[in-house]
């Protein structure tokens, strides 16, 4: 039944989601041209909150916890298991004062009304997958800002989006580099469920009435950890609060 009504109403979906896209991109080309970085990245926020929005669409929920209390104004490093492309509205909408930014494949920063804009000029980075030296200089430029800026970072260290939603293995190359240039910042685990259904039959139909959770977990202070022993504690947290497994590691047990 559910895909069934995938097919009424995933045209429903993808009509809002794009008429969002389309009319905040000279918008956004306004507020960044004309009023600078506070006003792009406000207009970037309530794009997401539109494509957030869009969701309900579907019939589909978002819930975001988030029961931390974190420092505004220190760089945050939020790690998080990758289930879709939804994952992303929901992050930069309820992190925003934390002035979360994405690492992003370099294609999507052409092309994509909106979201390229963003990616162009949003302060995130772009990096080549193929090109491991231009990956390493944008992550390690992102540091930077982060540490200037005191902006945060969003990383998804599974490389690969979990198409069953199984937590992959968590790699420390991208947290490393970000920590690099900014060796002051938080690791905060966020879990992601179900997000990974709304994509379970592919981008048409979209799955429908699907029950989406996101949940910001328990800050960890990087201490003398290395990045690989940090994205293992990370990894142990998000599965462990997932239900997929017990805690393999804990924060004692690595520094």
Known sequence: MRKLL????SPIHYIGFGLALLIFHPIQWVCFHWFGYKAHKRSVDILNWFLKGSYYLLGNTVTFVNKQNLPVGRPIIFMANHQSTYDIPPLIWYLRKYHAKFISKIELAKGI???????????GANIDRK???????????LGTRMHEN???AVIFPEGTRGKDGKVKMFQGGGLGALLKKCPEAL???VAISNSWK?????????NTFIAMHWEVLEP?????????????IVESKIKAHLGQQEPL???????
């Open 187 to 189: 690791i905060v685990p």
């Open 113 to 123: 009304p909106s979201i390229s804009f963003n990616l162009q000029h949003g302060g």
């Open 249 to 255: 590691a804990t924060e004692d047990s690595l520094m």
């Open 198 to 206: 709304v994509v379970q039959y592919g981008q048409f139909p979209l």
């Open 150 to 152: 005191k902006w945060s």
């Open 220 to 232: 960890i202070e990087p201490g003398s950890a290395t990045a690989n022993e940090l994205a293992l």
């Open 6 to 9: 995938g097919y009424i109403l």
């Open 131 to 141: 090109d491991n030296r231009q990956a390493i200089g944008e992550l390690v430029k």
